[in-house]
């Protein structure tokens, strides 16, 4: 959220554009939470690996926990929904995505949808974005409008608040450094990931802010003034960290109080476990406006083994005749140009 803060104030282009997409989904997803049940959208992700030692070097095991959490997350398909307080189960949505490992990378080669890169740097600053870029000791980005870019460091620091778990960007922000990064202490169910953010939680909340969902208490800092612009999330002052007791009061919000156990709050991984449908209809409302280009990415169409060829299929004639001239030096030739023969050289 302080990168973000950064921009906004730093980016006039990326304060209109978020301006932009906060008006087209208010008006969006009202008819958004009206519509029929929509279609399951899938999502190809690429994981980016920046590894200092052997340890951040993470298992494709681990990578496949992560993705194995989101699909059940993004999918109402999470067992521990079950523990949803009463009365909000109700207000639980699904937001019906799937996510899958590229199997296509950016030059049409068959991928496993992870990059691996040794790196000098033993952390990573979100500040600089360094993680996001080849040139600064993490990995360039793959097209984000064909794919979710997921970075994978070992330590990732905030020049202000320190430690992250992960940080992400929201829509409308610049192409090179579109994704989520995230700590490998937070990254999955197994491996490197470490209790009490070891079941995958961190990956669903930062993902939640790149298809558009703000914090649940409005980020106002205890406030009770700011919003999440989602009408079924109760008004909550401050972030929940930890694992509350139901109901947690804040901002006059009884009876029922805090919706902390939502991804988009600050609880532990074991005591979040919801969206609501009001978040849903945000996320998918971003998924018809400024994240729409993922829909038609080809990165979970099989590579071809080989390649097509893409031969032009009329030469221009100028540049025929230059090629075959000084082939055949001065002598006359004649040759089919696509469309009929002609003589070439003579000159
Ligand atoms: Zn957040």
């Known amino acids: 959220m302080e990168q973000h803060t950064r921009m906004l104030e730093a980016e006039p282009v990326y304060r209109a554009n978020r301006l932009t997409i906060e008006r087209f989904s208010l008006e969006r997803a009202r008819v958004a939470l009206r519509a029929a049940a929509p279609r399951t959208i899938t999502i190809p992700v690429v994981v980016h690996v920046l590894h200092s030692t052997a340890a951040e070097n993470i298992s494709e095991e681990q990578v496949r926990s992560q993705i194995a959490v989101l699909n059940q997350d993004f999918q109402r398909k999470n067992p521990d929904r079950s523990q949803t307080p009463a009365p909000f189960r109700g207000a639980i949505g699904n937001p019906k995505v799937r996510f899958q490992l590229a199997v296509r990378d ?78 490998a202490t937070g990254f999955g169910t197994l491996g490197t990931a470490q209790a009490p953010f070891n079941k995958g939680r961190t990956a669903t909340h930062e993902i939640g802010h790149w298809l558009n969902l703000l914090h649940i208490w409005g980020d106002d800092n205890g406030g009770c003034q700011g919003s999440d612009n989602v009408a079924d999330t109760p008004n909550q002052a401050g972030p929940n960290s930890g694992c509350p007791s139901f109901p947690h009061r804040t901002c006059q919000n009884g009876p029922h109080g805090d919706m902390f156990m939502n991804y988009m709050d600050y609880t532990d991984d074991a005591c979040m476990f919801m969206f609501t449908k009001g978040q849903v209809a945000r996320m998918r409302t971003t998924l018809q406006g400024p994240r729409a280009t993922i829909l038609a ?12 060829l893409a031969l032009p299929t009329r030469a221009p004639k100028a540049s025929l005749a230059t090629l075959v001239g000084a082939e055949a030096g001065s002598q006359v030739t004649t040759v089919f140009d696509g469309a009929g023969w002609v003589q070439v050289g003579a000159r």
Do not use: C, E, H, M
């Open 297 to 308: 990415s080809d990165a979970l169409a099989p590579a071809a083994r080989v390649a097509r």
């Open 106 to 183: 950016p030059n049409g080669s068959p991928t496993n949808g992870i990059t691996r890169t040794p790196t000098t740097k033993p952390q990573f600053d979100s500040g600089a974005n360094d993680i996001k870029f080849t040139a600064q000791g993490g990995r360039d980005a793959w097209p984000r409008d064909r794919y979710l870019n997921l970075w994978v460091g070992g330590t990732v620091v905030d020049p202000v608040v320190g430690a992250l778990l992960g940080y992400a960007q929201f829509p409308g922000g610049p192409a090179a450094t579109d994704g989520v990064v995230i700590a």
